[in-house]
């Protein structure tokens, strides 16, 4: 009997502790770290594709653009699907978009930063 409360407070505590880190991950916003972000091998020009997103938000001033994106693959970024902040290469870029709009964009890693470097607004 003893061993059977001892093993149920353990699963507990574990269990405690588990979602307590859960918790906690999930306070401190997305956690990039373990996206790729290196090179992938091959043509950088057979592996780039453009992603489908829809644009949350510009920010023309600070040259950044908040996309819902689906999965992107490029020659040096790979996520899944997210909404989020991205620097954009050519301030240029952002002339024409708004919230709201559907594009089709690539993202490059630049110096350590995930950077929109093409950008077309879909009719």
Request: proline share 2%; aromatic share 4%; net charge positive.
């Given at each position: 009997m003893k061993k059977s409360l001892l093993n149920?407070?353990?699963?507990?505590?574990?269990?405690?502790?588990?979602?307590?880190a859960y918790a906690e991950q999930?306070?401190?916003?997305?956690?990039?770290?373990g996206m790729k972000k290196d090179k992938i091998?091959?043509?950088p020009m057979n592996t780039m594709s453009l992603s489908d997103g829809?644009?949350?938000?510009?920010e023309k001033e600070n040259s950044h653009i908040t996309l819902k994106h689906g999965r992107?693959?490029?020659?040096?970024?790979?996520?899944?699907?997210?909404?989020?902040s991205f620097?954009?290469?050519?301030?240029?870029?952002?002339?024409?978009?708004?919230?709201?709009?559907?594009?089709?964009?690539?993202?490059?890693?630049?110096?350590?930063?995930?950077t929109v470097t093409v950008l077309s607004i879909q009719k």
């Amino acid at each position: 009997m003893k061993k059977s409360l001892l093993n149920l407070v353990a699963v507990f505590g574990f269990s405690f502790i588990a979602i307590t880190a859960y918790a906690e991950q999930g306070s401190r916003g997305i956690d990039m770290s373990g996206m790729k972000k290196d090179k992938i091998p091959g043509n950088p020009m057979n592996t780039m594709s453009l992603s489908d997103g829809v644009v949350n938000a510009v920010e023309k001033e600070n040259s950044h653009i908040t996309l819902k994106h689906g999965r992107i693959k490029s020659a040096t970024v790979e996520m899944g699907p997210m909404t989020m902040s991205f620097a954009v290469k050519d301030k240029g870029l952002l002339s024409d978009v708004k919230v709201g709009d559907k594009v089709k964009f690539t993202v490059e890693n630049i110096d350590g930063t995930a950077t929109v470097t093409v950008l077309s607004i879909q009719k």
